[in-house]
């Protein structure tokens, strides 16, 4: 089991995780050396997102049919690919489409690789197990701060995205070589898909995602560029602004998923989202004040005053 739980943290990591943490970072010098508006950027950012939509809402239904190992390596396949491309891309349009296929490979991940997980644990684990593997974007955020400003300080935001896919491809290998289905996930019936979509916690829960992958998804992508091109700050501190964010999310996984085993899933999500909630909104609740306005607890202090005093 725990071979299989780490591949899915593997996939989770350089699937999922760094593509969507990595952009922010790489952005100010993207949209620099290609003359991009934020329009255009966040653009780059919608088509990713609609790809990862449509991936996640079919990526079930894929698993099923072909297996979830199959789907978590072709997606890694795709996404990989498409972050390549990324680095190679000769215009806007060639970024648009290659990180909308970026998104496209990110979002066939996360539901199947808890599909996975599933079959190896008991009930009484999962959140523990699950909380782990979600854990990886949180780590994801941390490389993204640290290696991210290190790289663009010798390369460019193309030599980010080979990097990345680079990454990508080792996962890929580390993937083929753990990930394993369950013998008894075969002995199982076939779905009735009538009852799984005709269910109202499905699509409550679909729309709770919604809600918050996308308030997360104007958040993640705007960040850095916000911190670099209108407060002054440099890379190098945005990346240790999105470390320190990173630290604390690797901890949250286990933790959120450790109470979720304690006190039931519906409960663990409603303080999660209450907190989101909270963090997303403080941005605005004090946009002259002192410290940073960021929607992450880690990111005040030390960091905060650094970029209070660059401000005009």
């Known amino acids: ?11 989770q990591f350089a699937g999922v995780g760094l593509p969507r ?30 790809g990862f939509m449509l991936a996640a809402f079919g990526g079930g239904v894929i698993a099923v049919r072909i297996g979830p190992r199959r789907t978590i390596l072709a997606a890694l396949v795709l996404g990989t690919g498409a972050m390549l491309a990324s680095g190679v891309a000769p215009d ?18 996360p539901p199947t690789v808890i599909g996975l997980a599933s079959q190896w644990i008991g009930v009484e684990r999962r959140g523990l197990v699950f909380g782990a593997v979600l854990s990886a974007m949180g780590l994801a955020l941390l490389v993204s701060g640290v290696a991210m400003p290190a ?58 995602g919604l809600a918050t992958g996308a308030s997360n998804a104007v958040y993640t992508t705007f960040f850095a560029a916000w911190l670099v091109g209108e407060r002054g700050v440099s ?31 519906g409960r663990a999500a409603g303080l999660i989202f209450a907190t989101q909630t909270l963090a997303i909104a403080s941005p605005s609740a004090r946009p002259s004040g002192r410290r940073l306005p960021g929607a ?13 005093a660059r401000r005009p």
């Open 92 to 109: 806007y349009i060639g970024v648009l489409v290659a990180q909308t296929v970026v998104g496209l490979g990110a979002g066939a991940i």
């Open 1 to 11: 089991m725990a071979t299989v739980v780490a591949g899915c943290i593997a996939a």
């Open 151 to 208: 790289l663009l300080a010798v390369a460019g935001w193309r030599e980010g995205w080979l990097a990345l896919g680079g990454v990508g491809v080792l996962a890929l290998v580390a993937g083929f070589v753990t990930l394993r289905e369950s013998p008894a996930a075969y002995a199982l019936g076939p779905v009735n898909w009538r009852a799984v979509y005709g269910a109202w916690r499905v699509w409550y829960w679909c729309l709770l």
């Open 235 to 265: 890379v190098a501190t945005a990346g240790q602004l999105w470390a320190a964010a990173g630290v604390a999310s690797v901890a949250s996984g286990v933790t959120w998923g450790a109470l979720a085993d304690r006190i039931g899933l």
């Open 21 to 50: 943490y990595a952009y922010p970072m790489l952005l100010p010098t993207m949209r620099a050396d290609m003359g991009l508006s934020y329009f255009e950027s966040g653009l780059v950012a919608t088509g990713n997102f609609v």
């Open 296 to 308: 992450r607890p880690t990111c005040s202090g030390r960091w905060g005053r650094r970029i209070s």
